[in-house]
């Protein structure tokens, strides 16, 4: 069974159009997290959520935006796409947030030509 | 906020030989610290961590030491296997905050 899963794998799309990237986790955590790596495999915090609160990171611009429609799920929402936002982009799951294993989601691959 | 420093960006090493991994962080309410593998294609996973009440500790070959004086941590890999090339990130956090990364450790494993 995938602990943390992501849909799509990868994601082409051009400048300017917006796209929703999928997370799901079967752990039954309370807290879910959204990453960036870009190229230099820097890993960036982008979001954590859990039932009571969304802390965003303050350099994330606001097309970015997480939805949760359950404790289980947190889907990312890009608006108006940019070449910058070309990245890797990784979910993750703990049971609390800062001081327990994050699982990671096997990555999606975001490509804006 | 927290800062973490990791150093090499890039280590070689022949199979059979040691590797260690440092990492640096500023803050000294950080009592969490742990270390992820990531393999090509692949999200980060969790190896080993330590909490700020303990100095040391090991699993088969790798060990993790923390210094909170000096506010540092190592990771240590022993008897190195072509298996272990990946690349390696540190973390530091605290409850109730978020993780954060070092810039990552690329480890290359000759055989």
């Known amino acids: 069974d995938t602990a943390v899963s992501q849909t799509p794998k990868y994601l082409v799309t051009q400048m300017g159009n917006d796209k929703s990237i999928k997370c799901e986790q079967n752990?039954?955590?309370?807290?879910m997290y959204w990453y960036k790596q870009d190229s230099k495999k820097f890993l960036k915090i982008m979001f954590s959520?859990?039932?009571?609160?969304?802390?965003i990171n303050e350099t994330v611009p606001n097309r970015f935006s997480p939805k949760s429609p359950d404790k289980a799920h947190l889907n990312l929402h890009i608006n108006s796409l940019e070449l910058g936002d070309s990245a890797v982009y990784f979910c993750?799951?703990?049971?609390?947030?800062?001081?327990?294993?994050?699982?990671f989601g096997p990555g999606t691959r975001l490509t804006v030509t | 906020g927290e800062n973490v420093e990791q150093h090499p960006s890039t280590l070689s090493v022949q199979e059979g030989d040691s590797a260690v991994i440092k990492c640096t962080y500023s803050?000294?309410?950080?009592?969490?610290f742990p270390w992820y593998k990531q393999e090509l294609g692949k999200g980060p996973q969790l190896i080993i961590d330590?909490?700020?009440?303990?100095g040391e500790k090991k699993d088969q070959r790798i060990a993790v030491t923390l210094n909170k004086t000096a506010k540092h941590f190592s990771l240590h890999i022993t008897e190195t296997q072509p298996e272990d090339s990946a690349v390696y990130f540190c973390?530091?956090?605290?409850?109730?905050?978020?993780?954060?990364f070092g810039t990552g450790t690329s480890l290359t494993v000759i055989p």
């Open positions: 973390a530091a956090s605290f409850p109730g905050n978020q993780f954060y």
């Open positions: 752990l039954g955590h309370d807290t």
């Open positions: 959520y859990n039932n009571k609160e969304l802390i």
């Open positions: 993750a799951s703990s049971q609390t947030d800062g001081v327990d294993e994050q699982y």
């Open positions: 803050d000294s309410a950080s009592n969490y």
């Open positions: 330590i909490r700020s009440n303990v």
